[in-house]
T-cell receptor, first 113, second 113 residues
Framework: AQSVAQPEDQVNVAEGNPLTVKCTYS??????LFWYVQYPNRGLQFLLK??????LVKGSYGFEAEFNKSQTSFHLKKPSALVSDSALYFC???????????FGKGTRLHILP | DAEITQSPRHKITETGRQVTLACHQT?????MFWYRQDLGHGLRLIHY???????NKGEVSDGYSVSRSNTEDLPLTLESAASSQTSVYFC????????????FGPGTRLTVT
């Protein structure tokens, strides 16, 4: 069965520092991988996705993520954090052989001014 | 601009009552989804539809039903509301391709007393 793990409930980063939000996954086939962000009292917004090709994917708001097949990871990164990046981040995976999409439990990112 | 809307945004109901949450999208997407979001559980899939007259059960479908009579709408019905169904409900839509990202509505906060 496919699964997604976000091992950190919360991540604190000082403004201007690089940030990483971790995601690991388990699927039986090749995955589609997604990152979404949720601001307070809002729905989720799509950030970026990995479908195929280059392992480094660039997305909205300066975020990027690296697909690592051997480590089954898809960590979200940003070189320099902004206070406005503070939000709840969700990783999601979809097995190409199964239409169901599974979300991680979310990681709350706090950027400290 | 295309969008996905949910109504009502907030609802308080009593145990045992039937409740219907509306979801309307103008993206002309074939795929539509209903999730619930609870602390510690992230997003869990309730029901989904890949087109008109198509509905499928998700991870937590007990006590919920959906119907898809047109492309734009996927109403979610709680047949007999229970306190365990107090949650925030999100509707989402996507294009048919498995690699497509989802677009989320703003959510409905449902309280069952």
């Amino acid at each position: 069965a496919q699964s997604v793990a976000q091992p950190e409930d919360q991540v604190n980063v000082a403004e201007g520092n690089p940030l990483t939000v971790k995601c690991t996954y388990s699927v039986s086939g090749n995955p589609y991988l997604f990152w979404y962000v949720q601001y307070p009292n809002r729905g989720l917004q799509f950030l970026l996705k990995y479908i195929t090709g280059d392992n480094l994917v660039k997305g909205s708001y300066g975020f990027e993520a690296e697909f690592n097949k051997s480590q089954t990871s898809f960590h979200l990164k940003k070189p320099s954090a902004l206070v406005s990046d503070s939000a709840l981040y969700f990783c999601a995976v979809r097995d190409r052989r199964d239409d169901k999409i599974i979300f991680g439990k979310g990681t709350r990112l706090h950027i400290l001014p | 601009d295309a969008e996905i809307t949910q109504s009502p945004r907030h609802k308080i109901t009593e145990t045992g009552r039937q409740v219907t949450l509306a979801c309307h999208q103008t993206w002309n997407h074939n795929n539509m989804f209903w999730y619930r979001q609870d602390l510690g559980h992230g997003l869990r899939l309730i029901h989904y539809s890949y087109g008109v007259q198509d509905t499928n059960k998700g991870e937590v479908s007990d006590g919920y039903s959906v119907s898809r009579s047109n492309t734009e709408d996927l109403p979610l019905t709680l047949e007999s509301a229970a306190s365990s169904q107090t949650s925030v409900y999100f509707c989402a839509s996507s294009e048919s391709s498995s690699g497509s990202e989802q677009y989320f509505g703003p959510g409905t906060r449902l309280t069952v007393t």
